[in-house]
């Protein structure tokens, strides 16, 4: 079974970046790759995603902040995260839905102190 595999969280203050990667286990065609994120007592919401064809969608609230990155041929998705706010604070998880099927990663945990 395809694992997604994350890296990049940790501790910043707030105006730092971060850079958010996840791999797939074995390269494979993804349709949509992307990142959701969920704070403590706060319901799971998309951060961004990325298609096979290149079109994106990004939360309201990281739109001019985050970009979303993507490559196909190695079944791998990044998060490149400037700006970061207090409230950027959660564990991202990566997902990928391949064949109408969603996986999603363990979570790499973002904190950013004010």
């Known amino acids: 079974q395809v694992q997604l595999v994350e890296s990049g969280g940790g501790l910043v203050q707030a105006g730092g970046s971060l850079r958010l990667s996840c791999a797939a286990s074995r390269r494979m065609f993804i349709e949509t790759m992307g990142w959701y994120r969920q704070a403590p007592g706060k319901q799971r919401e998309l951060v961004a995603t990325k298609t096979v064809g290149g079109n994106t969608n990004y939360a309201d609230s990281v739109k001019g902040r985050f970009t979303i990155s993507r490559d196909n041929t190695k079944s791998t998705v990044h998060l490149q995260m400037n700006g970061l706010k207090p409230e950027d604070t959660a564990v991202y998880l990566c997902?990928?839905?391949?064949?109408?099927?969603?996986?999603w990663g363990q979570g790499t945990q973002v904190t950013v102190s004010s």
């Open positions: 997902c990928a839905i391949t064949l109408g099927t969603q996986i």
